[in-house]
């Protein structure tokens, strides 16, 4: 493989390669005296103003020298593969013209492959998407990796009436596959501890067989992932069964188990669900078998084709779909709410890649016979990206926020991809110049960084580059016909393709509170003096605490929120006057935990962190800061 430098006409003479600068032309030419050609005065001619008598020679050496450099060499040579055994790699397309030689036989047999495709892709995701129904419960619900029973802080209402019911009910469920990578993003409270990045999964098996009867969980704990943590259901195909919500339970285990490691809890919660033995159903997402089939027929397809406008079209509509549907869906109990979404995306990502292709794709494909390698580079690389919730998601970084580069590996993962990036651009700026595109790519890329520094400068707003606009933003620079951009343009057609489907054209600018999510928004935490601790030693009376705080409220407050034990226990505006809290303990023996917040109107602002009022009746202050 390499730039094209044959003779295109036999016997001709080489090119000859040179510099724009070092070229001159010469002509002759006839002085005649002025005089002679002009009555008019004679006025001496001035020396024309150039601003660069004031640049140093050595400079200016430099400059020309760099400008001629990012040039490349005249005249160009366009990159060209030749393919490695080229006899094995055209056999497909051999085969293909001495079977169906003319041109509506190939036609037929293309209209024919594209049915089977679209049968045996229906008829697999159907039977994945539509379960039977389970014997003596009915029909799962689908629900999503990240469905809870409970809310955070006071979603659930007072004293969790928003949240019933506790115990003596029952419900099918339905989990997707590969909700075993699903974790927290922002801190969650449990008591005084605060779990990130991991599965929220509270509680596990209490008896060293580890039954099913004798394992429960937190009501607000992920119920898929808790269902594979009890090894109810198969992380990579995900299944049905039925759950039983079991009320209130105590001393929630911290259990290693099935590749999840759960939070332990040492005090009570109103609600908790166990999951019934002998209801596990034998529905499965069939997400690998559908990669199965969509992988075969877009192999055989790049195999076969060689023409871009046919290969490109088909290969993104089967991967878009794929994604959409299969792979990665969007989280929605409602499969014909997914179908309808994957619809509705696919019309404006469909106008995205006419352009690619017109632009990039066409550019480096056409004319391209090495077919084995383009389907293990181009096709390969775009399988790649578009399974990114298996590949680059895996990768230590969900946001590229302060926050999240707190998380382990974060900062040296960063290190790696920034370092990577640079190595290829510097390639591929190298391979553009040899064409003689490079200024016409930088001012391209120049546009483009002026652009984003200009989002970057807007107030109160931030720059987010998804996975669809880093595709599109760095497509360009693969378009030419060398083993490298046949990866690289793949694997960014890939990654494209993920985020639209996954995700939607999300916007490049968003405000601090679409990034913070469930985060802590900052807000002012009460000021709550030392509670007022009653033992009542001898008098078999139950021990009960006793918090004060004091009025006015801050501006913009008009209320105050307790939360014991993670559940909302009491709330009061200032107009009611109280201005006190008395706690009476429910459990002995355990300790129980106390947050406290800010209500303003049906808002709240965030709670603080946990007091704890310990066992045996000693009181601990929380840490500073929000939970």
């Not at 005249?75 to 509506?104: C, D, E, G, M, T």
């Not at 995306?345 to 391209?368: D, E, H, N, T």
């Not at 605490?545 to 004091?550: A, D, G, S």
């Amino acid at each position: 493989m390499g730039p094209r430098d044959d003779l295109d006409d036999e016997g001709a003479p080489p090119q000859v390669y040179h510099d724009d600068d070092t070229t001159s032309v010469h002509s002759d030419g006839i002085l005649i005296n002025g005089s002679e050609a002009s009555d008019e005065e004679y006025y001496a001619s001035q020396e024309p103003y150039y601003a660069n008598k004031y640049i140093p020679p050595r400079l200016q050496r430099i400059w020309r020298a760099t400008v001629v450099w990012v040039k490349g060499p005249q005249p160009p040579r366009p990159w060209k593969i030749r393919p490695f055994f080229p006899s094995v790699q055209h056999a497909p397309v051999q085969f293909l013209n001495n079977y169906f030689p003319k041109r509506r036989h190939k036609v037929i047999l293309l209209l024919f492959f594209y049915l089977c495709w679209f049968l045996s892709f229906a008829l697999v995701l159907h039977r994945s998407a539509f379960a039977a129904d389970i014997p003596g419960h009915g029909p799962p619900v689908r629900i999503r990796c990240t469905d809870r029973f409970w809310s955070d802080g006071n979603g659930c209402g007072l004293n969790g009436e928003l949240c019933r019911p506790f115990e003596n009910a029952t419900m099918t469920f339905r989990c997707p596959a590969n909700c075993k990578r699903v974790h927290l993003v922002n801190p969650h409270a449990v008591g005084d501890q605060a779990p990130n990045y991991r599965p929220l999964v509270i509680g596990g098996p209490i008896d060293e067989e580890e039954t099913l009867e004798n394992t429960y969980y937190r009501a607000d704990s992920f119920i898929c992932g808790a269902a594979i943590h009890a090894g109810f259901i198969n992380d990579a195909s995900g299944g049905c069964g039925v759950l039983s919500l079991v009320g209130e339970k105590s001393n929630y285990p911290e259990v290693n188990k099935n590749h999840i490691k759960s939070i332990g809890f040492d005090s009570y919660f109103p609600k908790s669900f166990s999951f019934l033995e002998g209801t596990k159903s034998r529905c499965r997402d069939l997400r690998w078998p559908l990669l199965a089939v969509s992988l075969t027929f877009t192999i055989l397809l790049s195999l076969f084709t060689t023409s871009p406008a046919v290969f490109f079209p088909s290969v993104f509509f089967g991967i878009f779909f794929h994604v959409a549907l299969a792979s990665d869906p969007p989280n929605l109990t409602d499969y014909y709410a997914i179908v309808s979404i994957a619809l509705g995306r696919f019309l404006p990502a469909g106008f995205c890649m006419f352009a690619v292709y017109k632009y990039c794709v066409k550019r480096q494909l056409q004319g391209l016979h090495a077919q084995i390698e383009k389907t293990i580079l181009w096709l390969g690389g775009c399988w790649v990206g578009a399974l990114n919730n298996y590949t680059f998601d895996r990768i230590p970084i969900e946001r590229l926020t302060p926050h999240d580069l707190k998380q382990p590996g974060a900062i040296p993962a960063l290190i790696i991809i920034v370092i990577i990036l640079f190595c290829i651009a510097l390639g591929q700026a190298w391979a553009i110049r040899i064409e003689g595109r490079l200024p016409r790519y930088l001012v391209v890329y120049g546009i483009f960084v002026i652009v984003l520094l200009s989002l970057v400068a807007i107030p109160r707003m931030n720059v987010r580059i998804h996975h669809y606009i880093l595709g599109l933003l760095l497509v360009p620079g693969t378009a030419m016909q060398n083993r490298p951009s046949l990866l690289f343009q793949g694997l960014l057609i890939g990654l494209f393709i993920n985020g639209i489907a996954r995700w939607g054209f999300d916007s490049i600018l968003q405000t601090p509170a679409e990034l913070r999510g469930d985060a802590p928004t900052e807000s002012l935490l009460p000021a709550i003096a030392a509670p007022i601790i009653h033992l009542n030693h001898g008098l078999h009376l139950p021990l009960n605490i006793t918090f004060e705080w004091h009025y006015p409220f801050p501006s913009f407050y008009d209320g105050i929120s307790v939360l014991v034990n993670d559940v909302e226990r009491f709330k009061s505006f200032e107009d009611s006057g109280k201005e006190s809290f008395t706690w009476v303990r429910h459990h002995e023996g355990v300790p129980e935990y106390f947050r406290f917040a800010y209500l303003a109107g049906t808002g709240r602002g965030d709670y603080t962190k946990a007091g704890v009022w310990g066992s045996e009746g000693g009181w601990t202050d929380p840490e500073p800061g929000p939970s």
